[in-house]
Each structure stands twice: as C-alpha cells, then as structure tokens.
C-alpha cells in the first residue's frame, strides 16, 4: 500500500513539473511577438511574431496580426529558437559511473533491449530533477540511448520532456539501434569480446542472423502459399530487433571515439549498407573528415567538444568536421555532461569559430533529421509541433537567461524574474 | 649506411639547426629580456583598470605599469590595441600533471587513508600535455594536490604552467596539507570495510593524526628548550607523516578541507575550531547553505563543483548560486575548473567563472577569483595574482572581455616569455 502511495506521488509529483497547466490549455491561443526569431530553415526574423494554437505553430512571420481571445506575450527584445533537441542523451537511467539501467551486462550483443523500459520520468538520485533542470534551460526533447557496455546496446528512443509518464513522452521509438565500438568489460571475464576484432565480429554475426531469420520468415511466406498448416518460425525477439537495421527501417548510432574504431564503425556500415550511420563522440573523427562528408556518416559530437591535434594544438572538432562538409549534431552525453548545458556545449564551438547557426541546427534541425521527427520538431515552421524557448538574448551567452519553455504549446517553464 | 661526405654533413647539420630554429622560434622569443605590451585594456586586478595601458616587462619581472611607459631601445613591442591584458591565471586545486589521460592519476595514495607524507610533486610529470593545454586558456600557475579519496591526502603544491623539472615549476612545495571528507575516502576505504567506513570514521583519522601530531611537536619543543638550555638531550627521530601536521597546529601551514555537504562543511570547520586550524574549504557544494558561519571564521572557500558533470549524492544541492551567496557574506572566494568536459572543463577556466556570475557574482570579484583571491589564499602574491610592477611577468592577454563566451586567449606569457601564441586563422 505504502509503496502505491509512492508510485502515486512519485507520479503526480511529476506530472506537476512537467504538466503544469490542464490540458484545455493546449488548445488556447498564444500570440508571441517582438523577439529576433531564429527559424532555423527559414532564416532569421527581426521582431517578428509567432501564433501557436492546438498545440502546433499556426503562424510565424513578421506581420502578423493578434487574433482575438488569444493570449498576449511579449517578447521584444528576447531571442526565440525552435526546443532544443539533445541528440545523445542517457537522462533517467541513473547517474553516469554509479548504478545505471543502460547496459544490460549479461550478453553483448542485446538489441531487444527497448531504453523506454529503463528510464525514470523525472531523473533520478543524486538528480532527481534532471527532466525538470533540462527544461528550465530550453532543451525540450532528447535521444535516450542505451549505453556503450555493450556492442549492439539495444533501441533508442525520441522523448519529449513533457507528460509524466515514459509512454507519454514518446515521440517515437524506435528511434535507432544503439551499437558501441572499442573494448569492453566481457574481455575481464575470458568472454567475446575480448579484442576490438571481436567487436566487430558481433555486429558482424547479429546482421547474418538477421539475414537468417529473414529467410526462414521468406520461406514461411512462400510455403503458406500452398500449405494452410504451415508452422511459422518461432518468434526471435532479437532477430526481429535486427531486422529492423536490415531492412533499413531503423537509423544506426555508434558508439566510436579513437580513430580505429571510427574506421571499423564505416566499415560495418559500408558492409552491411546501414540506414542513416552516425557516430556518436568521434573525438578522432577529424582526422578522416572527409572520408566521412563523402559517405554521408554523421557525427554526434560530444561530449567533449575540443579535442588537441598531436602536437596539442586545439581542435574545434564540430568547425572542422562542418567545414568538410560533415553533417554534426551536438550532444551532452547525459550526465556526463549535465542535460542543461547542452547549449553551453555548442556555444564551446561557437567561442572557437563555429558559425553560431550552424551550431544552433546541431541541436535543433539536424537531430530531429537524424531520426525522422523534421516534420514535427527542429525548427519554427507553421504546422509544427510548437515547441519553443524564449531567452533574454544570444542563446549561446553564459550569461543569457531562460525566460520561457513551451512544449506543444504549453508554457512548461517560466522564470521568475 | 653509405657514408656521408663533409660537406653533406655540415648541410645536415645546418638543416637540422635551422629547423629547430624555425620550429621553436616562438618560444625563444623574448628572450632579449625586455618586452613591453603596449596599448592594452589592462585588467591589473590590485588596482583600478588601465585602458590604453603598456606593461614594460624586465628579465621575467614586471617594471613599470601605466600609460605613460616608454619604449627601451631593442625591446619586443607585443601590440596589445583592442585586447584586454590580465594577470595570468591561478588554477586551485587540480591534479594537472599528475597522470595521462583520465584513468592514470597518481594523486590517490590509497594504501593508508592519512598519506600527510605524501607531497604531490613527486607525481608532477613537467612534460604532462595538459600543461601547454592549460595555458591555452590563460592559466600560467595551479595549486596542485592530493586528491579526495584519502582523508588526509598529503602536501599540495603551486606551481608555474612552466618548466623541465618540478623544482623548476615550483613556487611555493609543500604549501600547506590536503584533507578530505565525504564520499571520497568513505567509498574508498569503506569499500574495503577499513576505517573510515562512516563520517565519523574520517573525523576520527583526522583528530588521531592531529593528537600525535601534538605529541610530536611537543617532545620536539622540550628537546629543543633543553638543548637551548645546554642540557645533553636525545634527539627526536622525524616523522615525516607527523612533521606536515605539527606545521598546521603551529599556524605554520594550511589546512585545506575538500567537502561538499553541509555534514562535511561543518566537520572541518569544528576540526578548524579544536586545533586552531589556518583553514580553507575546498569544493564546498553546500557552501551558501553555511556562509554565515564560514564568513565568521574568516575562512576562504575555493568553489568548485558547478554541477556540469556527473553529480554525486555528496554534490546534488550544489548551485550556481554558491559563489555569489558566499562572497556576499564577506567569505574570500577563489574558483576551480576541473571538470573533464564542457564549460567546466580545465582549459575553460574564465568560462567557470562566468558561470559564478550567472549564479550573482559579481565581475570583479569573479575575476580575483581565478587570479589575485587564490595567490593571496596560496601564499604567493608577492609573486603572481596582479599586474604590478615588482611582481613576476605572467599574463594572459584576451580578444576580448575575458569572461565573454567569445573572447579567446589570443597570447600567454610566463615569466616574460611568451609560451602560447594563437595562430592566425
């Protein structure tokens, strides 16, 4: 009893954080102008007004007209930019070297794993308000992944930071198949994989299995045909998992930073013709900018944004990759680094030479491109999902604040001051 | 191997001189000794700013500071027009050079939780790569010491962003002692089911260690009366664990507590109290939620932890807040970077401290804190901390505002010589 009473309170607690206003208020119009507004894929708009209604962006221009009953926000002077999406985010699965429910350890191969059955809606100990804090500084919807314990992780999924329950949130799953290069902790117990080889070779083997399964599936197709009895194949959870990234219905992220495992992440890609490949991290993925532009492998960058060269010169790894033609995300990795400072993390290649547009479509337009969400979400377009922060200024100064979050049109943050 | 002739050898030779030349120009520029920066916006930290100000630098020391500085003959003229020029940086607290990479630190010894005989630099490895890189971000000097997974960790250190040997880096070794409480040496030892397993257990090593640390000094002080006194007396042997520790109870030396929670805070503050401890906090995540009590104690807290990483159990109420609460209660307020990534990282020191002004500190104060503040906490303000005549030529010349995201360290200088230079894009 007591512990329903938990689950009760643990519930409404968050969907006081992350719904505080009724429903109905979805519906009523919000009628915001005077701020710069960065569109993202319609160019910038000086004092200029958004309409948001039902939930969607009904208007955005710089003439628009306040329609009546609709309710008035003042924006004049303030900077406003499409919710900023998190593209590698691991919020809700607990803290980062502590107890986390990402890397389901017993088997490294595990893409049947489904990351919503993992996270906590509100964050958990020693963060427990790390849904809320993420708002509170403009980030309305993040990728969760899996971790990199094992080599093939398991589903990602596309979450908006709104609704109180996992299920709620999900604005699709799944959104990728979460792989991880580089050595793991089976090596410790004498088990595959031991060596970066032995990696490989587990992408390699799930994919043939896939194939497999897919045959014998084909084959059962074809007998039904002629034999009403025929017995289907048994269902196989993780090869229907796999299925998936062999049909090319599901985006591939992989987990690579040293340059080895850069190569052996395209390598499986080229091999197994991977839908929409992206690397997350990439620290070394400088060094074969171009080979990546050229084979339209994506990078996720982050969490480490400043990388050094071998003589310890600086390397502004997103400016590098994006002047070679190189499509980048930016990430936090969190809580490596905390949800929050996820525009802190662009403004770090910003402060090296970033074009700050190109920075601002990292967390917004590209991330949403990369999973397939660009007709709901990533910029400010009439009939998408109004999801929109306001800041008092440059998005990416320190010292700029938050003023408002929506998320589908509900005002879900709101500074005091 | 065919044999060379002489004449190809003297071009070889010639060659390879030429090229070292080339490759290390930069670094044996100034060398003449006498540079002056001039046309700055210089940010001298003691004293009020000087805008179109020049900085006459003699053999490594700061001469002359003003508008009116003239040009010696022969001297490197730096243009510093539209820049601004700070003293340069004072990390707190780190353990840069130490180890490589993040998993091979040498700052724990974890094989006792009181290592007071530790000195940290014997772990400093000068040619550490994370030295150039911290002087890419304007930091010149760093408080080195133990880390926190030991109560009493051993002796810290401040050293230059310069220099083949640690004596060479050193400004001031061993300067004062590390402690520690919380979470760190508690999961370490208690991991172990050694002492200390509990919070208590930790306040506990530190008071023994002081209590023989007292009976230590006092058969030193009676030998030493007696021998004044021309009695014959055996001397005591040394205990170098003993010796760092009898130091801090003769307000020879300071202590410095690494603590986050409020628990933790008040712990080194009533160890503070009980041995007449010379004392400054270190992290102290909770610090705003004490700084009435700190503020009365006179004691100067290094802030620390901003929450941009992984936060423990032991650092979830921190808040940017800290700084500012804690400087507005009067407390001395010195900032850390070292975080692994991001804003908080070591190489975006200035940025550390914009985020303290985000959380209501002001400027100014913000700017002392990874400067002046920490060299007057440290001991060493008679050497670094502030662009004065007198003091050594460290500085930090910024494209612009230092704690604006977009200003960048455009030039770094240690001891008058330049040793970073952004290139040209």
Redesign the interface.
């Known amino acids: 009893m007591r512990k329903i009473f938990k689950t009760v309170s643990i519930l409404a607690l968050a969907s006081c954080l992350l719904h505080p206003l009724a429903a109905e208020e979805a519906a009523k119009a919000v009628f915001i102008h005077g701020a710069t507004i960065h569109t993202v894929t319609g160019g910038t708009i000086e004092s200029g007004a958004i309409l948001i209604r039902d939930g969607k962006i009904a208007e955005i221009g710089a003439d628009l007209s306040m329609p009546e009953g609709a309710e008035e926000l003042d924006a004049t002077g303030m900077v406003i930019t499409p919710g900023l999406i998190d593209s590698h985010s691991h919020l809700g699965l607990g ?4 107890t986390t429910d990402d890397n389901e350890g017993s088997n490294p191969s595990t893409p049947q794993m489904r990351i919503i059955d993992s996270i906590h809606p509100t964050g958990m ?4 308000n790390s849904f809320r804090d993420a708002v509170s500084q403009g980030v309305t919807t993040i990728i969760a992944h899996p971790g990199s314990g094992n080599v093939i992780g398991g589903q990602s999924a596309v979450l908006k930071l709104t609704g109180g329950s996992v299920d709620d949130m999900v604005l699709k799953f799944p959104a990728d198949m979460k792989m991880a290069m580089g050595k793991k902790g089976y090596g410790a117990k004498g088990q595959l994989p031991v060596t970066r080889m032995g990696v490989a070779y587990v992408v390699r083997q799930a994919m043939v299995d896939a194939q497999d399964y897919k045959n014998s599936l084909d084959k059962y197709e074809k007998k039904k045909e002629s034999d009403p009895d025929a017995v289907p194949p048994k269902r196989d959870l993780k090869n229907e998992a796999m299925l998936m990234v062999l049909n090319r219905e599901l985006p591939v992220h992989i987990h690579c930073s040293r340059i080895d495992d850069i190569l052996t992440a395209v390598r499986l890609g080229d091999e197994f013709d991977f839908f929409k490949l992206s690397l997350a991290h990439g620290d070394e993925a400088w060094k074969i900018a171009d080979v990546l532009a050229e084979k339209g492998v994506i990078v996720v960058v ?5 990388v ?1 060269d071998d003589n ?3 390397v502004n790894l997103a400016k590098v990759l994006v002047d070679a033609g190189v499509e980048i995300n930016i990430m ?1 990795d969190a ?4 949800q929050e ?1 996820l525009r ?2 662009a ?2 290649s ?4 970033l074009d700050p547009q190109e920075a601002l479509k990292a967390i917004t337009i590209n991330p949403a491109k990369l999973i397939g969400a660009e007709d709901r979400i990533g910029s400010l377009e009439a009939g998408k999902d109004a999801d929109l922060v306001i800041f008092g200024g440059d998005p ?4 700029t ?1 938050v003023c408002r979050v929506f998320i589908n049109g509900i005002s879900v943050f709101e500074n005091e001051q | 191997m065919k044999k060379l002739n002489n004449s190809k050898k003297v071009f070889i030779f010639c060659s390879i001189l030429l090229s070292l030349f080339l490759t290390q120009a930069w670094i044996f520029a100034g060398d003449s000794g006498t540079v002056v920066i001039t046309n700055g916006y210089i940010v001298t930290v003691s004293g009020q700013d000087i805008d179109g100000g020049s900085i006459l630098i003699e053999d490594g020391i700061i001469r002359e500071v003003g508008r009116d500085v003239q040009v010696p003959e022969g001297a490197e003229v730096i243009d510093a027009s539209g820049k601004w020029v700070l003293p340069g940086l004072l990390q707190s607290s780190t353990d840069i050079g130490t180890g490589e990479g993040y998993t091979d630190r040498n700052s724990d010894e974890t094989s006792s939780p009181n290592t007071a005989e530790m000195q940290i630099t014997d772990a400093l490895n000068p040619f550490d ?1 994370d030295i ?2 911290a002087t ?1 971000s304007g930091i010149t000097s760093a408080m080195i010491s133990p880390g926190r997974r030991n109560v009493i960790g051993g002796q810290a250190a401040v050293i230059k962003m310069r220099g083949k040997t640690a004596e060479a880096m050193a400004i001031k070794s061993p300067m004062g002692v590390k402690f520690s409480l919380g979470e760190g040496p508690k999961d370490t030892y208690g991991a172990k089911k050694q002492l200390p397993t509990t919070r208590m257990g930790e306040a506990y090593v530190v008071r023994k260690a002081l209590v023989e640390a007292g009976e230590y000094l006092a058969k030193q002080k009676a030998y030493e009366k007696k021998k004044a006194a021309g009695e014959e007396a055996e001397a005591p042997g040394r205990n170098l664990s003993k010796e760092p520790l009898a130091a801090l109870l003769e307000g020879k030396s300071t202590a410095f507590f690494e603590c986050y929670r409020v628990d933790d805070i008040m712990t080194a503050m009533r160890l503070t109290d009980e041995f007449k401890l010379k004392t400054v906090l270190i992290g102290c995540a909770e610090g705003y939620k004490l700084a009435d009590e700190i503020a009365s104690r006179n004691i100067p807290v290094i802030v620390g932890a901003f ?7 032991e ?2 109420h921190l808040s940017l807040e800290n700084a500012g609460i804690l400087a507005k209660a009067g407390v001395k307020v010195a900032i850390k970077s070292d975080e ?4 908080g ?1 070591l ?2 020191l200035p ?1 550390t401290a ?2 303290a ?2 959380g209501g500190l002001d400027k100014v104060t913000a700017v002392r804190a990874i400067t002046l503040t920490p060299a007057e906490i440290f001991g060493v303000a008679d050497r670094i901390g502030s662009i004065e005549p007198g003091k050594d030529a460290d500085i930090a010349i910024f494209s612009g505002e230092p ?4 200003s ?1 360290v455009e030039r770094v200088l240690i001891d008058g010589k330049t040793v970073f230079e952004s ?1 040209e ?1």
């Open positions: 803290p980062s070297g502590g100990a020693p963060h427990e982050g969490p480490r944004m400043i050094y310890d010169n600086l936090t809580d490596v680094v905390q400072y802190y993390q403004a770090t910003v402060r090296y030479g990416f100064d320190i010292q604040k | 790569k150039k890189k890419i929450g941009i990483g992984p936060r423990r159990m650092t979830q692994v990534y991001g804003v990282s190489s975006e940025l914009a985020l002004v985000k704690l604006h995201y977009m960048v290139r894009e």
